[in-house]
């Protein structure tokens, strides 16, 4: 089956998955400036977002529903994706939300407001290289300055070994007859069975053979956006920074905060290969060859001027932090790329439990934690490592709030009505981290349940039973009434001791 004309080699015939990326909410853009030492937006004020190829729509509509002051311009050209966010805001009660049914070469042509934030996930991998130009084009004539960008992509060299692949899959689909998901598995197919029968090209790059049997375990939609597009356009960061300078951008940090702490990312011998370096594209490169990367989230900035450190740490200061997960779950042993860290319990743990009793500013918390002058930077040090292993996480001011809380509450009670219907985990809007909030199936009917435990159980259990819906254990739905609620039972424990304090102090629940 060919491709309509205007999909200019994209997937157009499989809708996209409904994800959330929180590295593009607001909040995490302004640390990743924070952390790259430049003066970021204040989000707390009016500003105007796009994101380009925003798909169904959700990170936008959560987003919006986060930050009520926002004006949200999601970019789509698949006409099936841009139906459905705008469904999607609506539903939700979500009206700062606009969605655009535009190729990157219309929207060059549309009268629109400038941009604070341009974010795009993944597209610029996707398309060709005269989309690139024209997203790079429309960043140039619509970011105002002090404005930033957030561009992820599969990057090189980690997918050198994987190209290939992808050539073999979508060459294999686009000479084949029939709809896209059955040419789809066709392709796998017989890409497994030249790995099977020793092709030399899968025992040459072992990477290739890992990644396509882990494809088995993927949503079908995101194999299919993945890896049949018509352009695959892996690069070396050098080579989009250079790209990007053409709209005046300049790489600031990464999006996912432990990228920018080399002790995490980097065994020493390799951060010490970067001392003498100098130059931050080829450093990033450099950073890349180091751990075989294949994903990459920047962050960069139009002429945002650069924060002295007295600056830095008065804007630290203000900054407001939460725990970004129950507290319960915050181990003092983490995984990072380079091995296990232990963390110090004298150090760490006063500052989890102070931000479990509240979300507030690093001010407020080197106070609450006293401590001699020289502790300061010290606790800074700390905030920075919770933050890069996801325990903590940049908030929003108090100021706002209420018109916060009410936006995500219209948000949250559209998602938690749904949820009988749908039988899937969902993501909740924060008005505190003004980000999501991952919730399960079962956490979403006790959410809509009594706070007595009792009560709640035999809430969801009648919810489910009178939705139709099964759950699933083991692979297997459950449909013994007694195993239901055993595995309701299971839940409820952990959700009303752990899950639901950390809802409450992040505004997601009351």
Known sequence: MPEPSWAEGYVVDVGYTQNYFRPLAPTALRFAALLGAVQPLDIDQAFTYYELGCGNGLTSVLHAACHPQGRFIGVDFNPLHVHNARKLAQGAGVGNAQFLEKSFAELLETELPEADFVALHGVYSWVSDENRHHIVEFIRRRLKPGGLVYVSYNCLPGLAQVAPLQRLLSTHAASGGGALPERVRRALEFARRLEAGGAEYFRANPLAAQRLRGLDAQDPSYVAHEYFNANWSPSYHADVAQEMAAAKLAYVASAGVMDNFEQFVLRPEMAAALADVG???????????????????????????????????????ATRFALARPRALCALTAKTPVGEVNLQPERYVPVLDALARAPMTFDALAGALAGAPADRERRRQTVFALAALDYVAPAMPVEGEAARCASTARYNASIIAQ??????????????????????????????????????????????????????????????????????????????SELLPFLQSVGVAD
């Open 279 to 317: 130059h931050p594209a080829m450093t990033e490169t450099i950073k890349d060859f180091a751990r075989n990367r294949v994903f990459r989230r920047d962050v960069y900035a139009r002429g945002a001027p650069t924060a002295d450190p007295r600056e830095l740490q008065a804007m630290l200061d």
């Open 419 to 496: 949820a009988p219907r749908t039988a899937a985990s969902a993501m909740l809007a924060s008005p505190v981290l003004g980000c999501g909030v991952p919730a399960s199936f079962i956490d979403l009917l006790l959410l809509a349940a009594p706070r007595s435990i009792d009560e709640a159980i035999s809430h969801a259990c009648n919810s489910v039973t009178a939705s139709g819906q099964a759950l699933v254990k083991d692979g297997k739905p459950v449909a013994d009434p007694n195993a239901l609620r055993a595995l309701i039972e299971g839940r409820a424990q952990p959700f009303f």
